[in-house]
C-alpha cells in the first residue's frame, strides 16, 4: 500500500485538540495493524522551540535524536508507544532556513525565489520524507494555527497542492468549534460554517469535520453542518468534552472516525479495534484507590503546559498504581525555609522540576532540604537534580558557598559546572547535550529496583554537570553516584542513603514515558509516596 496521507487543520480557536484528535486517530489506525507516525507543522519562524520561553510554547520536548520540538510530540508518543524524530517537527524557520542555504549555494540556478514554488516545495518535501524514508502506512500531519492565519497561509497552499497531485492518497480533516450559548441555550455552527467557508476560499475542500462540544450534538445539527460544508452527514464527527485525553480514542472510535478515514480512502478493513490495554489504563485509572498529593516545584507554575510531559507521566504512573495523583502546584520562588513547612506539609512526594536560569533556584533547594530532612519522597530532574547536589553540599558537607557556575559563575565550590565540550559554545539553539545517552545502574539501589536492569537509555538537555571532582566527598557523606555514563563518566543518578525514596536524575525520564509503558521511575516514585502515605495516616 502506498503512504496515506491525512492532514489535520483546525478553525474558530486554537487549543480545540488536533494534537490529541490526531493522535487518537493514529492510535485507532494502528490498532487495526497499520504503521502510523505524526508530525507537526509549526508556522512560527524560529527554527525549533529549543529558545523558546515555557511561558510562550510550554514544554520543549525532545526525541532520541536530540530534535526540540514542540509538546505535541510527546502527545504523539504517548499514545502511540512509537519514538518520534527531527523529521516529526517543522517550523516555519526550519522551511525558509533551508531555502535560503539552497539559494546561496546557487541550487535554484539564479531563480527568483518566492513563496510558490520555492517554499511550498520545501513543506511538501518535509511532508512526504516520513513516507519516502521511513514507508509508513499513513503519515497524519497537523498544521498549527488556525485557518486564517498569515503564518499559516503557506502550509494551506501546500496541502492544496498535495491533494491536487495525490487526490486518492491523502485527505483533510478540519476541526472546529460549536460553541454554546447559555443565553439562549443553543449551540451555535456559524463559526464553523465560516472556518469551512475560509478553508475553501484556499482552495481545500474538507472530507470529515470534527466538532469540539461541550453538549451532545443532535441529528439535526449534524445535518446543517453537513449541508453548509459540503460533507456527508457521516463524516461530521462529535468530539464531546471528556475527563482526561486519553478517553478520546475511544470516542473517535465510537464515532467511527477510523472508518470514516479507511472508506475515503477506499481501505477495506475489518472490525473496529478491541483497544485492550488501552481500556484497562482507564479502568484502573477511573478505580483509583484514595488520592496522594505530590508537590511539583518549579518556575513556571502559572503555565501548566510547561510540565506536560511531567503531568502525563503521573497519570500513567497513578494508573499503574491504581492511585489518583494530585498535583500541588508550588512556584519555587515562595519556598524559603520559613514557608517550606506550609507549603509541602502533607504532601507524599516532592518533584523539583527542571529549568534554567537563577530564578526558583534557592526556593527548589529549601524544597530539596524539606524532602530530605522529613525523609519524603523525592524526584529531582535536571536541574532538580542539580539543585539536590547544591543541597547536600551546602547542609551536609559544610560547603555553605557551593552553587553551580550557571548560578554563580565565581562559586568557590562549583559542585555543578558547565560540561568540557559546552566551554566554547556561544549560540543558544541546538547545542546543549540533547538526545539518547546511556547510563550504567549500580545495583542495590532504587533506581536498579525501579528499572530492573543496569543498563538504560534516557533522553537529556543540558548543559551543566555534577563536579566529579567532589564525588567522594559526597559518596563518604551519603549520597551515592547509582548511575554513570559509561562513556563520558558523566554523574547520570544520585541517591541518598538512609532515605526511604530520594533520587535525582541528570536526564529527563518524562519523555519516555507512555500509556502502555509508564517510566519505571514515575512508577516506582509514586509508589513510594503511596507508601509514605500509608505509613503516616496516623
Known amino acids: 500500500m502506498n503512504t496515506k496521507y491525512i492532514f489535520v487543520t483546525g478553525?474558530?480557536?486554537?487549543?480545540?485538540?488536533?494534537?490529541?484528535?490526531?493522535?487518537?486517530?493514529?492510535?485507532?489506525?494502528?490498532?487495526?495493524?497499520?504503521?502510523?507516525?505524526?508530525?507537526?507543522?509549526?508556522?512560527?519562524?524560529?527554527?525549533?522551540?529549543?529558545?523558546?520561553?515555557?511561558?510562550?510554547?510550554?514544554?520543549?520536548?525532545?526525541?532520541?535524536?536530540?530534535?526540540?520540538?514542540?509538546?505535541?510530540?510527546?502527545?504523539?508518543e504517548r499514545f502511540l508507544n512509537v519514538p518520534t524524530s527531527q523529521a516529526n517537527n517543522v517550523t516555519t524557520g526550519r522551511i525558509y532556513q533551508s531555502v535560503i542555504e539552497k539559494e546561496r549555494r546557487g541550487d535554484y540556478l539564479g531563480k527568483t525565489v518566492q513563496i510558490i514554488p520555492h517554499i511550498t516545495d520545501e513543506i511538501k518535501h518535509r511532508i512526504k520524507i516520513l513516507g519516502n524514508k521511513y514507508k509508513y502506512d499513513f503519515v497524519i500531519t497537523e498544521i498549527g494555527g488556525t485557518v486564517g492565519d498569515i503564518e499559516s497561509l503557506p502550509y494551506i497552499e501546500a496541502v492544496r497542492q498535495l491533494r491536487w497531485e495525490m487526490p486518492d492518497e491523502s485527505l483533510v480533516i478540519h476541526l472546529t468549534l460549536v460553541p454554546y450559548l447559555a443565553a439562549s441555550g443553543e449551540l451555535k455552527t456559524k463559526p464553523t460554517q465560516?472556518?469551512?467557508?475560509?478553508?475553501?476560499?484556499?482552495?481545500?475542500?474538507?472530507?470529515?469535520?470534527?466538532?469540539?462540544?461541550?453538549?451532545?450534538?443532535?441529528?439535526?445539527?449534524?445535518?446543517?453542518?453537513?449541508?453548509?460544508?459540503?460533507?456527508?452527514?457521516?463524516?461530521?464527527?462529535?468530539?464531546?468534552?471528556?475527563s482526561t485525553i486519553y478517553e478520546v480514542p475511544i470516542k473517535m472510535s465510537e464515532e467511527e472516525l477510523d472508518v470514516q478515514v479507511l472508506s475515503k480512502l477506499k481501505i477495506s478493513f475489518k472490525d473496529k479495534p478491541e483497544l485492550k490495554q488501552w481500556k484497562t489504563f482507564l479502568q484502573k485509572r477511573q478505580?483509583?484507590?484514595?488520592?496522594?498529593?505530590?508537590?511539583?516545584?518549579?518556575?513556571?507554575?502559572?503555565?501548566?503546559?510547561?510540565?506536560?510531559?511531567?503531568?502525563?507521566?503521573?497519570?500513567?504512573?497513578?494508573?499503574?498504581?491504581?492511585?489518583?495523583?494530585?498535583?500541588?502546584?508550588?512556584?519555587?520562588?515562595?519556598?524559603?525555609?520559613?514557608?517550606?513547612?506550609?507549603?509541602?506539609?502533607?504532601v507524599s512526594g516532592i518533584l523539583v522540576a527542571p529549568g534554567f536560569g537563577l530564578r526558583g533556584v534557592e526556593g527548589k533547594i529549601q524544597a530539596v532540604k524539606y524532602a530530605r530532612e522529613?525523609?519524603?519522597?523525592?524526584?529531582?530532574?535536571?536541574?532538580?537534580?542539580?539543585?539536590?547536589?547544591?543541597?547536600?553540599?551546602?547542609?551536609?558537607?559544610?560547603?555553605?558557598?557551593?552553587?553551580?557556575?550557571?548560578?554563580?559563575?565565581?562559586?568557590?565550590?562549583?559542585?555543578?559546572?558547565?560540561?568540557?565540550?559546552?566551554?566554547?559554545?556561544?549560540?543558544?539553539?541546538?547545542?546543549?547535550?540533547?538526545?539518547?545517552?546511556?547510563?550504567?545502574i549500580k545495583k542495590n539501589s532504587n533506581v536498579f529496583?525501579?528499572?530492573?536492569?543496569?543498563?538504560?537509555?534516557?533522553?537529556?538537555?543540558?548543559?551543566?554537570?555534577?563536579?566529579?571532582?567532589?564525588?567522594?566527598?559526597?559518596?563518604?557523606?551519603g549520597m551515592k553516584a547509582?548511575?554513570?555514563?559509561?562513556?563520558?563518566?558523566?554523574?547520570?543518578?544520585?541517591?541518598?542513603?538512609?532515605?526511604?525514596?530520594?533520587?535525582?536524575?541528570?536526564?529527563?525520564?518524562?519523555?519516555k514515558s507512555t500509556v502502555l509503558n509508564p517510566h519505571p521511575l514515575f512508577v516506582s516514585f509514586i509508589a513510594a509516596a503511596y507508601k509514605y502515605k500509608q505509613s503516616n495516616k496516623n
Not at 422 to 440: A, D, E, F, V, W
Open 11 to 76: 478553525g474558530v480557536s486554537s487549543s480545540l485538540g488536533k494534537g490529541i484528535i490526531s493522535a487518537s486517530l493514529a492510535k485507532l489506525l494502528q490498532a487495526r495493524g497499520y504503521s502510523v507516525t505524526i508530525q507537526k507543522l509549526d508556522p512560527y519562524i524560529n527554527i525549533d522551540p529549543g529558545t523558546l520561553n515555557p511561558y510562550e510554547h510550554g514544554e520543549c520536548y525532545v526525541t532520541d535524536d536530540g530534535a526540540e520540538t514542540d509538546l505535541d510530540l510527546g502527545h504523539y
Open 482 to 511: 547509582t548511575g554513570i555514563n559509561p562513556d563520558s563518566n558523566l554523574v547520570e543518578i544520585i541517591e541518598i542513603e538512609n532515605h526511604p525514596w530520594f533520587v535525582g536524575v541528570q536526564f529527563h525520564p518524562e519523555y
Open 194 to 242: 465560516h472556518s469551512v467557508k475560509l478553508l475553501l476560499e484556499n482552495g481545500i475542500q474538507p472530507d470529515i469535520l470534527v466538532l469540539r462540544t461541550e453538549h451532545e450534538l443532535s441529528k439535526e445539527i449534524r445535518a446543517k453542518v453537513a449541508r453548509f460544508c459540503n460533507v456527508d452527514i457521516k463524516s461530521v464527527i462529535q468530539s464531546i468534552d471528556v
Open 287 to 346: 478505580n483509583a484507590k484514595e488520592p496522594i498529593e505530590i508537590a511539583l516545584v518549579g518556575k513556571y507554575i502559572e503555565l501548566h503546559d510547561a510540565y506536560k510531559s511531567i503531568v502525563e507521566s503521573f497519570e500513567h504512573a497513578g494508573a499503574t498504581n491504581e492511585v489518583k495523583v494530585k498535583i500541588k502546584w508550588v512556584v519555587a520562588e515562595k519556598v524559603t525555609r520559613k514557608t517550606a513547612g506550609d507549603l509541602l506539609k502533607n
Open 374 to 440: 522529613n525523609k519524603i519522597p523525592f524526584l529531582g530532574i535536571c536541574l532538580g537534580m542539580q539543585c539536590a547536589v547544591i543541597e547536600f553540599a551546602r547542609n551536609v558537607l559544610n560547603l555553605q558557598e557551593a552553587h553551580s557556575t550557571e548560578m554563580l559563575p565565581t562559586t568557590p565550590h562549583p559542585v555543578i559546572d558547565i560540561m568540557e565540550e559546552q566551554k566554547s559554545i556561544t549560540n543558544m539553539g541546538g547545542t546543549m547535550r540533547l538526545g539518547s545517552y546511556s547510563c550504567k
Open 449 to 477: 529496583k525501579a528499572y530492573n536492569q543496569d543498563l538504560i537509555d534516557e533522553r537529556h538537555r543540558h548543559r551543566y554537570e555534577f563536579n566529579n571532582t567532589y564525588q567522594d566527598e559526597y559518596e563518604k557523606a
